[in-house]
């Protein structure tokens, strides 16, 4: 199917017109436009709105259950609850087959990551069950799974060499 093929027969019409006078012009064909239109906007939202859909679930793997501000404030509330549903699915999937789908595939060289922190965050219980005090530009050594979560929030970076 070409799309637009009704606008510009339309066009056409209007096109063959004398110039400065008002031509009559088919209105079944003026309908079937605004009809072809109607359609393509009805596509292009689903398509959005899949898209949308599909980012928000891969964003869980890459912050876990904790959504950035910035993307946050982007988010509309039907997104931000579909986004809050997909994350508690998850969680409660890898809690019935007692397996963290998170953390990488690849096992790193070395479990443990020197990190510098970009916000200051106070008293943080880590996932070990150990607790650090995050002051801004602070630096820790820390298990690269406990510093994953907050890495990829922005709040901390991964300091290298």
Not at 36 to 63: G, P, T
Not at 69 to 92: G, R, T
Not at 116 to 124: A, Q, T
């Amino acid at each position: 199917m070409m799309y637009g093929t009704k606008g510009i027969q339309l066009v056409k019409e209007i096109a063959n017109g004398e110039k400065g006078q008002l031509t009559p012009f088919s209105s079944d064909v003026f309908s079937e436009v605004i009809a072809e239109c109607s359609q393509h906007f009805a596509d292009l939202r689903s398509l959005i709105r899949y898209n949308r859909a599909e980012i928000l679930r891969n964003l869980v793997w890459k912050v876990g259950s904790e959504i950035p501000e910035e993307i946050q404030e982007k988010l509309s509330h039907s997104e931000k609850e579909y986004f809050k549903k997909h994350s508690e699915a998850l969680k409660s999937y890898m809690s019935r087959v007692v397996l963290e789908l998170a953390v990488d595939m690849v096992p790193p060289k070395d479990p443990y990551i020197k990190v510098r922190v970009l916000d200051d965050m106070g008293e943080v219980e880590l996932p070990s069950d150990n607790t650090a005090n995050f002051a801004r530009h602070s630096m820790h050594f820390l298990k690269r799974t406990d510093a994953e979560k907050y890495i990829s929030l922005g709040k901390m970076e991964e300091l290298t060499g």
